[in-house]
């Protein structure tokens, strides 16, 4: 196979499974920096994983994740579980997502992502890629289907490949290594597997070999100014490929991107005065090249040598996210010098380490289904604070929050959405347009309202715009170009 067939097949299937959006850049204004970036336009990041480091003004920053670092691009071989017995073959899942199966690789932190249209009881349906690069899909009678494996039928060819027949006529090919196999081998060149498609149209059903999403990348600290309390706080978060936001960029490759709001962290309208200062990733640090400011921290000049009370060290829960099970926590040190703890979460094997500096807090999320967890934190082996997680509080404000399409101005060629909240409190919203790529921000008014309209460009009458919060999607409109304001 030559690179160029490779480049092309790889960013054919990224344009079949990309999985979501963006959500950076937005309009600040105009001061959008690139840390690390010379003179000559040619910008700088970490070698290990991350490519650029962005600032919008003081209010957002986004890490750009290598593609080869998110994605492996193995050669050779992986293994998949399976279970091939009287004509029935059970493949192990890892998972599924809105648009591709996981199928496990055995002694690997990966999977392969088949591209799905439906999974069900009677069938699956997978994306194949013609030879002409346009896209179809096949059909797989499904004979049962649970949590961790689907079964489908199949004939072994000469010990050598397995014939998974297909609704209509045809069949899929697996590779196979004899009757008696507990796995099959799939060869994966790039990081892409293919599995060839016998019909009258032919073509190959694509599988990308991807990092668990369990599987962390980087750990990064945000520096960050609360303006509320007047100090500099530090925001510490695991990121894994869950975080990341996928989109393609104009040249047809893949942009994998971590993105941070500060004012959406601090649940405050934009221009509040929160600030972000620097971001560092595995130990390197990139300064805001923004004119932020440098706000003190609270107090005076700080013993770094003096000792530390722990009484004055607590544990505090902040809020949660049911729907990503994720509660949020932050740890307040009072003393004079910074220290570092560790924490644990309750009947789980989760822990780590949490630095705080002198007078101030570090932010730290745990795993933590529906939102429910038990944390406790230890210096030199003594329990300092345990705290339950706050799920009165919600970290992304999914409920309670109205938005619709309201009409289409043909003249203007714009698109006027409405958003309200019932949660009293003045919020600012990122929001995107699918179909011309706008992005911008809308803040909903702590008033009598606890509303507000904003206008999109809409060229050809058609515009859905996402709301996100914190880099979530919360709620999505569309709309209909035939109601005119």
Same mark, same amino acid.
């Given at each position: 196979?030559?690179?160029?067939?490779?480049?092309?097949?790889?960013?054919?299937?990224?344009?079949?499974?990309?999985?979501?959006?963006?959500?950076?850049?937005?309009?600040?204004?105009?001061n959008?920096?690139? @840390?690390?970036?010379?003179?000559?336009?040619?910008?700088?990041?970490?070698?290990?994983?991350?490519?650029?480091?962005?600032?919008?003004?003081?209010?957002?920053? &986004?890490?750009?994740?290598?593609?080869? +670092?998110?994605?492996?691009?193995?050669?050779?071989?992986v293994?998949?579980?399976? &279970?091939?017995?009287?004509?029935?073959?059970?493949?192990?899942l890892?998972?599924?997502?809105?648009?591709?199966?996981?199928?496990?690789?055995?002694g690997?932190?990966?999977?392969?992502?088949?591209?799905t249209?439906?999974?069900?009881?009677?069938?699956?349906?997978?994306?194949?890629?013609?030879?002409?690069?346009? &896209?179809?899909?096949?059909k797989?009678?499904?004979?049962? #289907?649970?949590?961790?494996?689907?079964?489908?039928?199949?004939?072994?060819?000469?010990g050598?490949?397995?014939?998974?027949?297909?609704?209509?006529?045809?069949?899929?090919?697996?590779?196979?290594?004899?009757?008696?196999?507990?796995?099959?081998?799939i060869p *994966?060149?790039?990081?892409?597997?293919? +599995?060839?498609v016998?019909?009258?149209?032919?073509g190959? *059903?694509?599988?990308?070999l991807?990092?668990?999403?369990?599987?962390?990348?980087?750990?990064?600290?945000?520096?960050?100014?609360?303006?509320?309390?007047?100090?500099?706080?530090t925001?510490q978060?695991?990121? =894994?490929?869950?975080?990341?936001?996928?989109?393609q960029?104009?040249?047809?490759?893949t942009?994998?991107?971590?993105?941070?709001? *500060?004012?959406? +962290?601090?649940?405050?309208?934009?221009?509040?005065?929160?600030?972000i200062?620097? *971001?560092?990733a595995?130990?390197?640090?990139?300064?805001?090249?923004?004119?932020?400011?440098? $706000?003190?921290?609270?107090?005076?000049?700080?013993?770094?040598?003096? $000792?530390?009370?722990?009484? #004055?060290?607590?544990?505090?829960?902040?809020?949660?996210?049911?729907?990503?099970?994720?509660?949020?926590?932050?740890?307040?040190?009072?003393?004079?010098?910074?220290?570092t703890?560790?924490?644990?979460?309750?009947?789980?094997?989760?822990?780590?380490?949490?630095?705080?500096?002198?007078?101030?807090?570090?932010?730290?999320?745990?795993?933590?289904?529906?939102?429910?967890?038990?944390?406790?934190?230890f210096?030199?082996?003594?329990?300092?604070?345990?705290?339950?997680s706050?799920?009165?509080?919600?970290?992304?404000?999914?409920?309670?929050?109205g938005?619709?399409?309201?009409?289409?101005?043909?003249?203007a060629?714009k698109?006027r959405?409405?958003?309200?909240?019932? @949660?009293?409190?003045e919020?600012?919203?990122?929001?995107?347009?699918?179909?011309?790529?706008? =992005?911008?921000?809308?803040t909903?008014?702590?008033?009598?309202?606890? @509303?507000?309209v904003?206008w999109?460009?809409?060229?050809?009458?058609?515009? =859905?715009?996402?709301?996100?919060?914190?880099?979530?999607?919360?709620?999505?409109?569309?709309?209909?170009? #035939?109601?005119?304001?």
């Amino acid at each position: 196979m030559t690179d160029e067939h490779r480049i092309s097949r790889r960013r054919s299937l990224k344009g079949i499974a990309a999985t979501g959006a963006l959500v950076g850049g937005v309009g600040f204004g105009a001061n959008t920096v690139s @840390a690390g970036e010379k003179k000559d336009g040619h910008e700088t990041g970490d070698e290990d994983g991350i490519t650029k480091v962005e600032f919008n003004e003081c209010y957002s920053t &986004t890490v750009y994740f290598d593609e080869e +670092f998110v994605t492996p691009a193995a050669d050779g071989y992986v293994e998949v579980p399976i &279970t091939a017995k009287d004509g029935s073959l059970t493949i192990s899942l890892a998972g599924t997502t809105d648009n591709a199966i996981l199928l496990p690789t055995e002694g690997g932190n990966t999977y392969l992502a088949i591209p799905t249209l439906r999974l069900d009881e009677d069938y699956l349906e997978l994306v194949v890629q013609n030879d002409d690069d346009s &896209t179809r899909s096949i059909k797989i009678p499904v004979e049962g #289907k649970t949590e961790d494996a689907i079964t489908v039928p199949y004939k072994l060819k000469d010990g050598s490949y397995y014939k998974i027949p297909l609704e209509g006529g045809g069949y899929m090919k697996l590779p196979a290594v004899g009757k008696k196999a507990k796995s099959i081998k799939i060869p *994966v060149d790039d990081g892409m597997a293919t +599995f060839p498609v016998h019909d009258d149209e032919g073509g190959f *059903v694509p599988a990308q070999l991807v990092r668990r999403t369990d599987d962390y990348l980087k750990r990064i600290r945000v520096r960050t100014y609360n303006a509320t309390r007047g100090r500099i706080e530090t925001v510490q978060k695991t990121v =894994t490929a869950d975080d990341l936001r996928v989109y393609q960029k104009p040249d047809g490759s893949t942009a994998y991107a971590w993105t941070f709001n *500060v004012f959406q +962290f601090y649940d405050s309208p934009l221009g509040d005065g929160d600030k972000i200062l620097s *971001v560092t990733a595995n130990g390197k640090t990139f300064d805001n090249p923004n004119d932020c400011g440098s $706000k003190p921290s609270k107090g005076h000049d700080y013993d770094k040598d003096g $000792k530390v009370d722990l009484g #004055k060290v607590s544990l505090i829960p902040v809020c949660v996210d049911a729907e990503t099970d994720m509660a949020r926590f932050r740890v307040e040190n009072g003393n004079e010098k910074p220290i570092t703890v560790v924490y644990g979460v309750d009947d789980t094997s989760i822990t780590g380490q949490v630095t705080v500096k002198p007078k101030s807090t570090t932010y730290f999320e745990v795993p933590a289904p529906d939102g429910e967890a038990l944390v406790g934190i230890f210096y030199d082996g003594e329990q300092i604070d345990a705290a339950r997680s706050a799920t009165e509080t919600a970290c992304i404000p999914r409920d309670r929050l109205g938005f619709d399409a309201r009409c289409y101005d043909p003249d203007a060629k714009k698109a006027r959405f409405y958003v309200r909240s019932g @949660a009293h409190a003045e919020k600012t919203f990122v929001y995107r347009v699918a179909e011309t790529g706008e =992005t911008g921000t809308v803040t909903i008014p702590d008033d009598l309202t606890n @509303a507000e309209v904003f206008w999109v460009t809409a060229p050809d009458g058609e515009a =859905t715009v996402t709301l996100y919060y914190e880099g979530h999607p919360v709620a999505t409109a569309t709309v209909d170009p #035939k109601e005119h304001c």
